[in-house]
């Protein structure tokens, strides 16, 4: 059985940091790229940032680029993103996600880790 779980969310001051961690289970962790997503309450899903399958490429979003840093450690079948002066933007819910090639593969589907960036 696949399964995404997201975990490290919580309350965060603005300039303060913070390292979503996900832990896959149930297939190849090694053979997918790894996605990070964000979504808003009445907004659709956007992509924060991403890693390659044996981590050596990775890309942003604009809103991201300098604060965030995605990496993965595959004998662990875990992904992170390192979350660094977080501003109110970036809240609330991270999901993460396996693709290949761009398309989705495999999803948390709804579960997420909640992030509050307070001011």
């Not at 309350?11 to 790229?33: E, I, P």
């Not at 290949?100 to 880790?113: D, I, L, M, N, R």
Request: hydrophobic share 30%.
């Amino acid at each position: 059985q696949v399964q995404l779980v997201e975990s490290g969310g919580g309350v965060v001051q603005s300039g303060g940091s913070l390292r979503l961690s996900c832990a896959a289970s149930g297939f190849t962790f090694r053979n997918y790229d790894m996605d990070w997503y964000r979504q808003a309450p009445g907004k659709e899903r956007e992509l924060v940032a991403s890693i390659s399958a044996a981590g050596g490429s990775t890309h942003y979003a604009d809103s991201v680029k300098g604060r965030f840093t995605i990496s993965r450690d595959n004998a662990k079948s875990t992904m992170y993103l390192q979350m660094n002066s977080p501003t109110p933007e970036h809240s609330p819910e991270y999901y993460c996600n396996a693709s290949v090639a761009g398309y989705s593969v495999f999803c948390s589907c709804g579960q997420g880790t909640q992030i509050t960036v307070s001011t």
